[in-house]
């Protein structure tokens, strides 16, 4: 999450949509056959704004959380100060060397409105029950210390004098710091830019926040075109230009041909089989040499990869909860409740299951698990019986 080393890897093919995955399993026998001469493309553009996104930008937007995180770009990219930068409807991109991090929009959208930390933080402030001792008088007021009841749904940060509570905890600890920064404030109303509605909200350095409880995604958090306000006070420019022959971005054409659905030669025998490619991250059921569905998964990432061979399914479950270790996420673990429809394949936890938290199929995305659409996972689950054979390879 947050920050990347993307730079030296954008040529690789990224992540694909499952929805869209339907759609390419479609296609005749002479698209497929190209999959070999395929590849996605390297600049593609955005009608609704009218500007283009290119590489290494381009996979780092669709890896990190697309127009529901940083919004689609509403200027080119620019070299300001010897950096390569490009604004985005609520977040700004910068490349650094190899590296791509968040732009601090959201601390220089309250310089520029002369919003700035008391220098002398209030007297520490206590949490009663879920409910603070007295509000702030000035939401940006740095806080001294505080109390909190429980870290669960309330969070203390001694680097900009802030608290995050409840929903808007959740949803900063999806990306922590180097998507969204230190906060900057304590949550307060505030007129929406969105709609001129009067809003919970909260600053942090790279983002704005709204409580929006009619929204179910995000734990009910909207970002808000916090890299529009930041782009517009310090004059950038944002021209429209033209499309020229450049494709519209759909995520279509990130989808590469399904593979040639056939039995693998090395797979062992058996009514049913199913087939895990971890190249092209795609799965193939077979009821003898017959397909009975085939579709983009997501497997292990990383240091996590899914492991290589052949196994059988020894463990069924409609819903478990799953935990592990992650140095990356905040705490060092993750925790996924409720994951439906759970296959256990190998010991260690490995299983094939329903997702419900990503749509990014057919790039790795799991701790090592083998990730499925949730109406694809249903499927599966009620087609193989415990023993069917697992085949894993490259």
């Known amino acids: 999450m947050g920050q990347s080393r993307w730079f030296g890897h954008w040529r690789r093919f990224v992540g694909f949509a499952a929805m869209l995955a339907l759609i390419v399993a479609l296609l005749p026998p002479t698209a497929t056959a190209r999959a070999a001469d395929w590849a996605p493309p390297d600049v593609v553009y955005f009608p609704t704004t009218q500007h283009q996104l290119a590489e290494p930008f381009l996979s780092f937007w669709r890896d990190n959380g697309r127009t529901a995180l940083i919004g689609e770009p509403i200027s080119e990219a620019i070299t300001a100060n010897g950096i390569t930068l490009q604004y985005f409807e609520k977040a700004r991109l910068e490349l650094h060397g190899d590296e791509i991090i968040r732009g601090a ?8 409105r002369k919003i700035t930390a008391s220098e002398r933080p209030n007297r ?53 710091v180097a998507r969204y920064g230190y906060p900057l404030s304590e949550e307060f109303a505030e007129v929406s830019p969105i709609d001129g509605k009067l809003y919970t909200t909260q600053y942090f350095e790279r983002a704005r926040f709204e409580y929006h409880p009619e929204v179910s995604a995000n734990y009910s958090v909207v970002l808000t075109p916090i890299g529009s306000a930041v782009a517009t006070q310090q004059k950038v420019n944002l021209a429209p230009v033209a499309q020229g022959d450049l494709p519209a ?12 659905a056939k039995r693998p030669s090395g797979a062992p025998g058996g009514a049913k089989l199913i ?32 492991p290589v061979g052949t196994f059988t399914i020894f463990s069924k479950l409609v819903s478990d909860d799953m935990r592990g270790a992650d140095p990356n996420l905040p705490g060092g673990a993750y925790f996924q409740p409720d994951v439906p429809y759970v296959m256990y394949f190998a010991g260690g ?4 299951h329903g997702v419900y938290w990503h749509n990014n199929f057919g790039t790795p995305m799991s ?9 694809s996972s249903s499927f599966l689950y009620n087609w193989a019986p415990i023993g069917t054979v697992v085949y894993i390879h490259y």
């Open 105 to 112: 929009v959201g601390t220089e959208y309250l310089q520029a």
């Open 349 to 352: 936890g490995y299983a094939i």
């Open 275 to 306: 087939d895990v490619n971890l190249s092209a991250q795609y799965l193939t059921a077979f009821e003898g040499s017959t397909v009975v569905f085939e579709g983009y998964v997501s497997s292990g990432r990383g240091e996590n990869v899914t």
């Open 249 to 260: 971005y759909e995520e279509a054409l990130f989808t590469p041909p399904a593979p040639t």
């Open 124 to 176: 520490p402030r206590l949490l009663r029950g879920d409910e603070f001792d007295e509000p702030a008088s000035n939401p940006f007021t740095r806080l001294l210390t505080v109390a909190l009841p429980n870290e669960q749904d309330h969070r203390f940060f001694a680097e900009t004098g802030h608290t995050l509570n409840s929903s808007f905890k959740l949803a900063w600890e999806q990306g922590g």
């Open 367 to 375: 701790h090592g698990c083998v990730g499925l659409p949730v109406g």
